[in-house]
C-alpha cells in the first residue's frame, strides 16, 4: 500500500509500572515504525488470534500513515510525553520515545475515524497472515468500555467488531 515506506516494525515490550492494558504505535527518530505492548495487555488477551489481531491494528496505524495526518493536533500530547518521561526516570533516549508516545495519544483523542481504518486494515492483515480477525476482535467484547480507560476516545466497541466482520466478509 505504500511503496517505499520504512516497514521494518521495531516490536517493543512497554514494561514501565502501571500501565493499563494498550499497544500503540509510534516512530523513532529515524522514522522507523515501534509497536508497543504493555505487560497488562499480555495479561488481558486469551490468544494468538487478539495478539495478531492487536500487532496488526498497529501496524495498520503506520501503513494508514496516521501519525504524520495528526501530528499537528498533539502538542499538548508531547508535553504530556514529557512529564511521563521524567516521572519515569528515563534517560533522554527514553523521554524521546515517551514524547512520541504522549504525541500519539494526544493525537488520538481527535482519531475515532482512524481506529475505525486501522480495525478495517488490520482485520486483512491477520487474515492474510493466517489468523482470524473475528476471533482476535473478540477482546473488545470483554474490555471494558472505552470511557473508562486510558484511551478513553476509542470507538465503541461495537462499531469495531461490526467493522471486522464487514471487512472479513468482503475479504473471504
Ligand atoms: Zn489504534
Known amino acids: 500500500m505504500r511503496p517505499g515506506a520504512n516497514c521494518d516494525f521495531r516490536i517493543i515490550v512497554d514494561d514501565r509500572p502501571g500501565l493499563p492494558p494498550?499497544?500503540?504505535?509510534?516512530?523513532?527518530?529515524?522514522?522507523r515504525p515501534?509497536?508497543?505492548?504493555?505487560p497488562a495487555l499480555f495479561e488481558a488477551m486469551r490468544n494468538r488470534d487478539e495478539l495478531a489481531f492487536a500487532l496488526s491494528h498497529e501496524a495498520a496505524h503506520h501503513i494508514e500513515g496516521h501519525i504524520p495526518q495528526v501530528q499537528n493536533s498533539a502538542?499538548?500530547?508531547?508535553?504530556?510525553?514529557?512529564?511521563?518521561?521524567r516521572l519515569a526516570g528515563l534517560d533522554a533516549g527514553g523521554v524521546e520515545a515517551a514524547q512520541n508516545i504522549g504525541g500519539t495519544i494526544g493525537a488520538r483523542r481527535f482519531s475515532k475515524n482512524f481506529e475505525l481504518e486501522?480495525?478495517?486494515l488490520g482485520a486483512r492483515i491477520?487474515?492474510?497472515?493466517?489468523?482470524?480477525?473475528?476471533?482476535?476482535?473478540q477482546y473488545f467484547?470483554?474490555?471494558?468500555?472505552?470511557?473508562?480507560?486510558?484511551?478513553?476516545?476509542?470507538?465503541?466497541?461495537?462499531?469495531?467488531?461490526?467493522?471486522?466482520?464487514?471487512?472479513v466478509a468482503r475479504s473471504r
Open 22 to 31: 494498550n499497544a500503540y504505535q509510534t516512530l523513532d527518530k529515524s522514522g
Open 34 to 38: 515501534i509497536i508497543g505492548f504493555t
Open 75 to 85: 502538542t499538548a500530547g508531547v508535553i504530556f510525553g514529557t512529564i511521563l518521561g
Open 118 to 120: 486501522a480495525d478495517s
Open 126 to 137: 491477520a487474515l492474510r497472515a493466517g489468523y482470524d480477525p473475528l476471533v482476535g476482535v
Open 141 to 167: 467484547q470483554r474490555a471494558s468500555d472505552p470511557g473508562d480507560q486510558f484511551l478513553g476516545t476509542h470507538p465503541p466497541n461495537a462499531d469495531r467488531i461490526r467493522v471486522v466482520q464487514q471487512t
